[in-house]
């Protein structure tokens, strides 16, 4: 059985980070449009993140020794949960401040976390995620991207595909196959860091069907990796991913990524005389952010102590995106159910987008149906 | 479970008021109160001063919840709270210990509580003009509830609608831990087609949503609890936590109930079987005191009328 949550409310300390992320969103204010806001996880702006990063905001959690800000990951959560709330530009620095610093950190060599952390907490430098290809989506496993080592380190060989923002980072941790063969699994798969600069790199923007560019394809054609380009242990790369992972699928950013269209009805339902249905399914959405808030919270604290807690946030990414999918898909009832007495454009627009780009809540950082299969093994079923 | 010493000392008697219960079934109600009254808990609530354990209603919370994950057919939970909210006006009834819950008692109506199938009660706490009384009422489960002897009003001021719906959904919570384990045990006991029917992913997929539903349950028990602190005066109520609490607890109920029989099959639906205890008590409960649509009604009105942002609203009332 996974063990049942325990709520954990925000220490005062955290809580009073609060204002001070407030007023920096006033000194760099998010776009105006809801729907400019709607896509804050994909918004990159350099400029945000570095200053961001010069309010020590960027890698907060991470040791000072690493030029990291010392704080809990109650801080973090704090710090997220308002940016995204606010619906600011945190694309660039995202994955690195999420999952690539804490990854190196844990498993990384002190020449890696020296070079790259301070660099990381300043908000410059940028990381993608190499996991799927076109032939290893939800079976990870199978990633056929090779790494053979030579005299000078790795010799890098294969393709990446959905790499989010892969033009526009600096390195990307890549799952890839360092020794054994294709039908080994699990087996013999190592995390490698690549400098996207090197040659033999080729990196193609894929556009999304909002008309969006954010990921891409990536091909590797022998591009030679120095040795220590090697995270980890040659061979744990599975257990490393694995690991990762806890920290992807619990945050804020599964939770709040429809807030802008919810906020934006929210104001509009105040303008026009909203009844009774209208009141039941804010209070609905309302009540169900609450939980799902505190669930987040409860596997923060959870990770604050060192844990891994790699089911329950499976379990609470699953909630979390099917409320962030149910947001458009109950507002557009709402909004539709006046007939022809549509909401203002605004609304409508956003409402357009986070309809349309809601199906990849439940896609990425792992699937809803492969996460589910987690929750049952969790629950002691095969 | 969580841990608690408080759990450890009366699981026991629990344990054996839910074996007379469904199993046996010779629940004799009347002396299982008694059991109940001895061991002193109805008074968990109440300060030490007044013989009780002292403790908040989160601190509590285990003990509460594991009424409903035994299934007890008695107000525990119910008497104990209003013990806890209303301590200087109740101060005989509590002397006497007597067996009270929230409900409903016209003039020349039957005294309705809140909650159906409650054995042994002495008396319904009920709203009226404005204020709240104490109804003295007999009769049993079968026979309903009447109204026997005098009205008492009470000074106190409280939404005892709501306390009697939250004493309700944390039981509900509770109970719906009971139903997750039965299920996830007989997903992994009954063999079909060669295998235990737990290694097929339809089957998974399903539990894994209703894992969803009873954490979400759980975790909206500890929100209400956080939002019910007892002072001198009684206890208050964080009307916007406690009302989007028990409308997460209520929404969970019906697709709770619908997975737990689907994963039983035909063993599900007989007498002998306990499931239906549970999902007949999860199916009543989530009525009591008004469905999850109540509840959000008056969430989403409150947001609206605060005039804050949905973010904002959420973190200043329901953290």
Do not use: K
């Given at each position: 059985?996974?063990?049942?949550?325990?709520?954990?409310?925000l220490p005062a300390s955290a809580e009073a980070l609060r204002s001070e992320v407030r007023a920096f969103l006033v000194a760099h204010p998010p776009a105006a449009a809801a729907d400019v806001r709607a896509r804050s996880w994909m918004g990159f702006d350099a400029a945000f993140s570095q200053a961001l990063g010069e309010r020590g905001w960027v890698g907060l959690t991470l040791p000072t020794q690493y030029g990291g800000g010392g704080g809990s990951a109650f801080d973090r959560y704090v710090i997220l949960e308002e940016l995204l709330a606010a619906?600011?530009?945190?694309?660039?620095?995202?994955?690195?401040?999420?999952?690539?610093?804490?990854?190196?950190?844990?498993?990384?060599?002190?020449?890696?976390?020296?070079?790259?952390?301070?660099?990381?907490?300043?908000?410059?430098?940028?990381?993608?995620?190499?996991?799927?290809?076109?032939?290893?989506?939800?079976?990870?496993?199978?990633v056929s991207t090779r790494a053979v080592p030579n005299d000078q380190g790795w010799l890098l060989n294969g393709s990446k595909l959905w790499t989010t923002n892969a033009d526009r980072c600096h390195y990307m941790i890549a799952l890839a196959r360092t020794s054994g063969q294709h039908g080994d699994r699990q087996q013999g798969l190592s995390q490698l860091l690549v400098d996207l600069s090197l040659p033999g790199i080729t990196i193609r923007p894929i556009r999304d069907l909002a008309g969006d560019a954010h990921f891409n394809e990536v091909f590797f054609d022998n591009v030679q990796l120095p040795h220590d380009a090697l995270i980890g242990a040659e061979g744990d790369g599975w257990q490393q991913v694995t690991a990762e992972l806890a920290f992807e699928r619990s945050g804020p950013e599964r939770i709040l990524s429809a807030m802008a269209l919810l906020e934006c009805w929210c104001d509009w339902l105040r303008l026009c005389e909203a009844d009774t249905g209208d009141q039941r399914t804010l209070g609905e959405l309302v009540s169900r952010l609450a939980v799902l808030r505190s669930l987040s919270l409860s596997i923060t604290a959870q990770l604050a102590q060192g844990q891994s807690p790699v089911i329950p946030a499976a379990l609470v990414k699953d909630l979390g995106t099917t409320f962030e999918q149910d947001i458009p898909a109950m507002l557009a009832d709402q909004i539709g159910r006046r007939g022809g007495e549509h909401g203002r454009v605004e609304l409508m627009r956003t409402l357009a987008y986070t309809s349309i780009i809601a199906p990849t809540y439940s896609l990425r950082g792992g699937t809803r149906e492969i996460l589910r299969g987690l929750i049952a093994r969790g629950m002691g079923l095969r | 479970?969580?841990?608690?010493?408080?759990?450890?000392?009366?699981?026991?008697?629990?344990?054996?008021?839910?074996?007379?219960?469904?199993?046996?079934?010779?629940?004799?109600?009347?002396?299982?109160?008694?059991?109940?009254?001895?061991?002193?808990?109805?008074?968990?609530l109440l300060p030490e001063s007044a013989e009780g354990a002292g403790l908040s209603v989160a601190e509590a919370l285990p003990v509460l919840m594991a009424a409903g994950y035994w299934a007890l057919p008695l107000p525990y939970v119910e008497t104990a709270l209003l013990y806890a909210a209303l301590p200087d006006a109740l101060a005989d009834a509590i002397d006497g210990n007597l067996a009270l819950a929230v409900g409903t008692c016209g003039p020349g109506e039957p005294a309705q509580p809140l909650r159906l199938g409650l054995h042994c009660l002495d008396a319904l706490v009920t709203a009226k003009d404005g204020g709240i009384t104490v109804a003295p009422v007999s009769g049993d489960v079968e026979q309903g509830w009447r109204l026997q002897g005098e009205v008492t009003p009470l000074s106190q001021v409280l939404d005892i609608r709501l306390l009697g719906t939250a004493a309700e959904c944390l039981q509900l919570a509770g109970a719906m831990q009971r139903v997750l384990e039965l299920t996830v045990d007989y997903a992994n006991t009954r063999q079909q087609f060669g295998r235990p029917i737990g290694k097929y992913q339809a089957l998974q997929q399903q539990i894994s949503v209703m894992t969803g539903h009873c954490h979400s349950a759980v975790m909206a028990a500890q929100l209400a609890a956080g939002g019910m602190q007892r002072s001198n005066t009684g206890l208050s109520l964080d009307h916007h936590r406690v009302a989007a609490a028990c409308g997460m607890i209520k929404a969970a109920c019906q697709p709770v109930v619908s997975t737990a029989h689907a994963v039983h099959g035909a063993i599900g639906v007989t007498e002998e079987y306990e499931l239906h205890h549970y999902t007949r008590r999860l199916l009543a409960g989530r009525l009591a005191g008004g469905s999850e649509s109540r509840w959000f009604e008056q969430v989403g009105q409150a947001c609206l009328d605060s005039g804050a942002s949905v973010f904002d609203f959420t973190l200043a009332n329901l953290s």
């Open positions: 059985m996974i063990p049942w949550p325990q709520r954990q409310t619906g600011a530009p945190v694309s660039a620095h995202w994955i690195a401040d999420r999952q690539s610093a804490p990854l190196l950190l844990r498993f990384g060599s002190d020449s890696q976390r020296r070079e790259l952390l301070p660099r990381i907490c300043a908000g410059e430098l940028y990381f993608c995620i190499g996991m799927s290809e076109p032939g290893a989506g939800s079976d990870l496993a199978s | 479970m969580t841990d608690s010493v408080f759990l450890d000392s009366i699981q026991p008697l629990f344990q054996d008021i839910h074996a007379h219960f469904t199993s046996q079934p010779d629940l004799n109600p009347q002396a299982a109160w008694d059991e109940l009254v001895q061991s002193g808990f109805l008074r968990l």
